[in-house]
Each structure stands twice: as structure tokens, then as C-alpha cells.
């Protein structure tokens, strides 16, 4: 599933080509996703001029005035800019047509994502306002980790993990960022101080900022919205790296399932 980076990495491909442009035209080839899309959603937003592209979490927000058209990749899906020329493929679902040269395309094989419109303030979604802070905020800190994991048994992974807790934390980076605060992922989240949450929310914004910074993690399903994939596996320390050695103390990598998610790490350097 694309992760946060990745949606950012798209944000940030999209949004000089479509911002500040009017919707000529909107093509729905298969309204079937993970929601319907909106049968008026041609009439909401043909002639309208794009005025903002955001992010909330895995949302990507394409802000009108008439409205919000929120948008989400699924397990599989990408979004990319193309020409009109370019022939819609056999998985390419719907296409928001900005004029000849910029066509965002949507991209869903599992057709597991979603594209929805919603007139309120995208904040009032049922599927957004119940979201907790964003990563790489100043809302997000190793103090409301603590506060907010008091009597919590469950393992500190899968509280990570929680959108409810913050937002973004996906798989892939919550491994990641357990290794560098030297956090063992079964940890029962109410047992870790607050030390030890400062350096987590620490490593949870290091690791999302340089993953966003070199393009997001390259997964076989996604490539980026200017065409572009990203490179950040290549400098990952334990996903993928099962029986592998650890670069810190050389012993090899384990590998378990937590909340039927693969976590790696290494039973030497997270305590």
C-alpha cells in the first residue's frame, strides 16, 4: 500500500501541473471502487479552477469551490499526470481532464482506493475527522506518544500504526523507525517512558522526512505522479532485510506478525 511519503511524493509530482487550472472535462470509466464514485461528480467539478492540492494522512485533497475531492490509493492505486493522447489502460478507472497536456489519471488494478466529493470542510469527512496529528508536524511530539499509550497493552507497533494515535505510520515505517530509537516492536506501548517516546517520535519524523525528501519507497505497485519512482529502499535497515545482518551489531534480522503485518528487527539493539 502506498504510505505516506509515497501520497506526498504525489502531492508534490501533481500539483504544478493541475493547481490553478479549471476541470474541462471528467471521464469515470468504472465508478466500482472501494466507495462509488459520485454519480455527479462530472457536474461538480467541470469548470471549476483548482485551488488547492493537500494532504491529510493517505488523503489526497483537491480543493474547489464548490467542494473537496478526496482522494485515496488503496492498496495498489497511482495517480499520474498524462496527455489525452495517451490511450486509457485496462485498470486506469477515472481521469480528471486539465487541459491537453494534464489529465490526472487514476490508476487502480484492486480498486481498493477511492475518489469521493464531499461540499463540507474535508475535516468534517467521517473518513478524515477522526484522524490523529500528522508525523512531521509540531502537534506530533514523543510526549503525546506517552499520553496517549498510558494503560495500553497492545504492542507499541500496532499503537504506532493507529491513525487515531498519528497518521502515516505506516508498515514499512514503523519498522524502520523502531530500529533507530532502539525500540523492541512488541513492547507493550503503556510500559515505554517518556524518554524513550521523545526519541520514537523523533526517529518516526526523521525517517518519513527523508523518505519523502528521496521520492518514497519503491513498491512494486506504485510509481510516482510525475512518472518518477522513488528510492528510499535502498537505504532501509530492517524491512526487507530478514536474516540479514543487522548493521549495527551484525546479527541477523528476525522476522514476526504483528497485526498480520511482516516486523523485522533485531533482537539485540531494540529492548
Known amino acids: 500500500m502506498p504510505e505516506l511519503p509515497e501520497v506526498e511524493t504525489t502531492r508534490r509530482g501533481i500539483e504544478p501541473h493541475i493547481l490553478g487550472r479549471p476541470v474541462q472535462a471528467v471521464t469515470v470509466r468504472q465508478p466500482s471502487l472501494r466507495w462509488p464514485v459520485p454519480d455527479d461528480l462530472a457536474s461538480q467539478l467541470e469548470g471549476r479552477k483548482l485551488q ?21 490509493l488503496g492498496m495498489s492505486g497511482s495517480l499520474r499526470i498524462v496527455s489525452r493522447r495517451e ?14 497536456k494534464a489529465v490526472l489519471r487514476l490508476n487502480d488494478p484492486r480498486r481498493f482506493g477511492a475518489v469521493l466529493f464531499t461540499e463540507e470542510e474535508p475535516e468534517h469527512h467521517p473518513l478524515i475527522e477522526h484522524l490523529g496529528p500528522e508525523p512531521l508536524s509540531d502537534t506530533f511530539s514523543g510526549d503525546l506518544l506517552y499520553q496517549r ?39 507493550a506501548a503503556g510500559r515505554i517512558s517518556k524518554e524513550r517516546y521523545r526519541r520514537l517520535a523523533s526517529e518516526i519524523k ?13 513498491l512494486r505497485d506504485f510509481v510516482g505522479g510525475d512518472g518518477k519512482p522513488g528510492y528510499f529502499q535502498q537505504q532501509l535497515l530492517v524491512y526487507g532485510r530478514t536474516g540479514k545482518p543487522c548493521r549495527e551489531c551484525d546479527r541477523p534480522l528476525k522476522e514476526i506478525r504483528l497485526g498480520q503485518r511482516s516486523t523485522v528487527y533485531c533482537s539485540h539493539c531494540q529492548r
Open 52 to 72: 488547492a492540492v493537500l494532504r491529510r494522512g493517505k488523503y489526497l485533497l483537491l480543493g474547489f469551490s464548490t467542494g473537496t475531492l478526496i482522494l485515496h
Open 87 to 100: 490511450d486509457a489502460g485496462y485498470h486506469d478507472h477515472v481521469d480528471i481532464d486539465f487541459g491537453a
Open 149 to 187: 499509550s498510558r494503560k495500553r497493552k497492545q504492542a507499541v507497533k500496532t499503537f504506532i500504526m493507529d491513525s487515531k494515535i498519528v497518521v502515516g505510520v505506516g508498515n514499512i515505517y514503523a519498522n524502520e523507525a523502531l530500529f533507530s530509537a532502539g525500540i523492541r516492536p512488541t513492547s
Open 206 to 218: 526523521a525517517v518519513l522526512a527523508r523518505a519523502i525528501e528521496q521520492g518514497g519507497t519503491t
